[in-house]
C-alpha cells in the first residue's frame, strides 16, 4: 500500500523561513528541483509507532526507518534478549524494503543501535549470517535508551537499481 506525497509546499516555506536569500529565487529553485516522495508501509511489518513512515522512497533511493525486534503479528517484542532481537528486526527491515520494491542484495547503507556495545560480536554475528556475502556500509552506535527498551534497532538505506 503506498500513498504519494507532495512536499515541495512545506519544504519551500521551511527553506524561506531559514535562508537569507531572495524568497522567491530559493522557493522557485526548491519547487523545481525536489523529487516527488513515496512512503511505503505493510501491514507485514511492525506499524510505525510514531509520526514517521516505515519506509520512504525518493528518487532511486529507498530509506528504510529504524526496526525494532516487534513481532508484527502481536505487536509486542520477541523474547530471547538481544539476539532475537536482532533477527526479528532484521526480518521487519527485508519486509520493509522488499515492500518498497527492493532486497536485501540492494541494501547500500545500514545504521545499527545497540544498548549495549557488550552485544556487538553476538549482533555481528547474526548480521554476518543475515547478510552473507553483502556487505552494505555500516554504522554501528551504543545509545543511551531505544523505543520500548528495545536492544537492538537498525535502519538502512537500499537502492531501486
Known sequence: MFATLRLATSLARRALLSSSRPPRTLALRTMSTHPSLTVVSTPNAPAAVGPYSQGVKVGDLLFASGSLGLDPAVGKMVEGGVEAQAEQALKNMKTIVEAGGSEVGKIVKTTVFLAN??????????????????????????????????????????SLK
Open 117 to 158: 556495545m557488550d552485544d556487538f560480536v553476538a549482533v555481528n554475528a547474526i548480521y554476518s549470517r543475515f547478510f552473507g556475502e553483502h556487505k552494505p556500509a555500516r554504522s554501528a552506535v551504543q545509545v543511551a535508551r531505544l523505543p520500548l527498551n528495545a536492544l537492538f534497532e537498525i535502519e538502512c538505506i537500499a
